[in-house]
């Protein structure tokens, strides 16, 4: 560990980590917002129509098990919008939510910094392994979660109607939510093996504990996944699926034991 450091001298190296994270935010939200049409037309609207990769993906595999239910050639909704303001304050908070999902490698960084200083040697090779692969997995999460979880869940919605003589028109704002709520925990979700990762190298978890709340976890997993989705069984199996499943990889890349700090402390005991 380096010269600790006051508290003052720790809320300073807070205010600046913030303030140049919110910096990148401000820049990259800049970015986004100059590109509307591309932002909007060719991702976020992408999945209302049946053009959408995924789509295409299930029509195949519809055709190749010989299920063409599985495939709409004219699935398409129709967003409309019903604010006034709706429209440009959905080009905002979509520009600072894209902002933060191509900043979050940076505020990872950011954090990485400020939390290394209070680490040992041994946790800090262990935490700055898991802070490098974070990233990734969260890109990842924001993939599947676009290209898995949104469109599956905005066309079982789209097209479900309690009566034919009620058209669905989705509002824009509901759209928009739904989108960010969905790619945002997916990626969120996907840090889960890393942090099980960390914890396990400074010593809180370990395999044997991990493996001994599965159940648990499983639970509250599926309770996460409830609180997070639409109020369909769909969606929170699509979500609490994935999520068991990077438990079970959580496990496999847990300590077996506990870190020699964890051993050291019930030794002075």
């Known amino acids: ?20 994270i919110a910096m990148v935010l401000v820049f990259l939200m800049v970015v986004v917002f100059l590109n509307k049409s591309l932002v909007f037309d060719s991702l976020v609207f ?37 604010n006034v303001s709706g429209q440009f304050l959905t080009h905002l908070s979509m520009s600072f939510w894209i902002g933060f999902v191509l900043a979050f490698p940076y505020i990872i960084w950011e954090i990485w910094r400020f939390i290394a200083p209070a680490l040992y040697e041994k946790e800090q090779r262990a935490v700055k392994r898991a802070f490098f692969f974070s990233s990734f997995l969260f890109f990842i999460g924001v993939v ?7 469109p599956i869940v905005v066309r079982f919605f789209g097209e479900y109607q309690v009566s034919e003589i009620v058209p669905n028109t989705i509002d824009l704002g509901s759209y928009t939510n739904m989108f960010v709520v969905l790619i945002l925990t997916m990626g969120i979700f996907f840090e889960l093996p890393m942090l099980i990762y960390i914890l396990s190298h400074i010593g809180i978890v370990n395999r044997r504990f991990l493996r001994k709340y599965r159940r648990h976890a499983i639970v509250l997993m599926f309770i996460l996944s409830a609180l997070v989705t639409p109020t369909d069984l769909l969606s929170l199996f699509i979500v609490a699926i994935p999520l068991c499943l990077l ?23």
């Open 1 to 20: 560990m380096t010269q600790e450091m006051s508290f003052w001298g720790h809320l300073e190296a807070l205010r600046r980590m913030l303030f140049r």
């Open 46 to 82: 992408a999945p209302r129509t049946s053009d959408f990769i995924l789509y295409k993906w299930l029509c195949a595999l519809g055709q190749w098990l010989n299920m063409p239910a599985i495939c709409e050639q004219d699935f398409a909704l129709n967003i409309i919008n019903i």
């Open 144 to 150: 599947v979660g676009y290209l898995l979880l949104f």
């Open 247 to 269: 438990y079970e990889l959580s496990i496999f890349i847990c300590k077996k034991e506990s870190s020699p700090q964890i051993t050291r402390i019930n030794t002075n005991d």
